[in-house]
């Protein structure tokens, strides 16, 4: 998962704050014109294992310090933290740092809708929280991404982006169409991530405001739209890797807390 465009213009000075708030709040209204289909407000004691598994370790730089360790995960309060700290004991666990992720894969998954993440960081150096999603047929990148929302460091904005084989290995420019944006965030507060999404388009949506569109082209063939498949959900949070950079110890241990996910579809 990377990205590297940026969003055309930015809110500038003190407003930001003041807007981002105004439009996090209005995105918790009720949806007009969608149909509620799946949610999770975290309203539990423990995750709940009929929509989630724990991402398991792999080789990418994404997931290579997945743990299902239960120090990496916290539910409480109406929200999900998920975790990560240095390692201690790398006797027993070599990865250098341990952290939290959960799957909806073979749980959950929809095809076109409308879905929506609240969200928030601790952030530290080398802190890549990530909410996405893959889609459940085929192998990556033929099989598509949609990254709602990735989060790199200290930053104070996100990117959102697309992958699929036409975007990543045969558009080298990642221009044609653009494959994803920047959006600028309140870092330390409460956002809203999410994207409406059919068979022509995904439009990406950051406190409920709009921040990019991603077209289908059809004479650039189905490579280019990979998206007319089921996609499940990826909650994860990293550190460390090449796009991110390195980690620094002292900030941690870090997180992404979730206070709910809701999936709508058109009636």
Partial sequence: MWLC????????????????AAAAVAADAPTEGWELVWRDEFDGDQIDAAKWTPCERGSSDWNNTMTSDPRCFEIGGGTLKLIGFANADTAKDPSPFLTGGVT?????EF????????????????????????????????????????????DDKVYQTIHSYYANEIDKSHKNPPKGAT???????????????????????????????????????????????????????????????????????AHMEIDWVRVHRKP
């Fill in 104 to 108: 909806s894969k073979d749980k959950f």
């Fill in 5 to 20: 465009l940026t969003r055309a213009a930015l809110i500038a000075g003190t407003a930001l704050p003041l807007a981002l």
């Fill in 183 to 253: 959006a600028p965030i309140a870092r330390d507060d409460w956002n809203t991530y999410g994207a409406e999404w059919d068979s022509e388009k995904i439009v990406f949506t950051a406190n409920g405001q709009p921040t990019m569109t991603y077209p289908r082209v059809p004479e650039k063939g189905p490579e280019q739209w990979p998206f007319d498949e089921p996609f499940y959900l990826i909650f994860s949070m990293q550190i460390g890797g090449d796009w991110v950079g390195e980690s620094d110890p002292k900030d941690y241990p």
């Fill in 111 to 154: 095809r076109h809708g409308k879905i929506e993440v609240r969200a928030r960081f601790k952030c530290a150096r080398g802190a890549w929280p990530a909410l996405w999603m893959l889609g459940a047929k085929g192998r990556w990148p033929h099989n598509g991404e949609i990254d709602l929302m990735e989060h790199l460091n200290f």
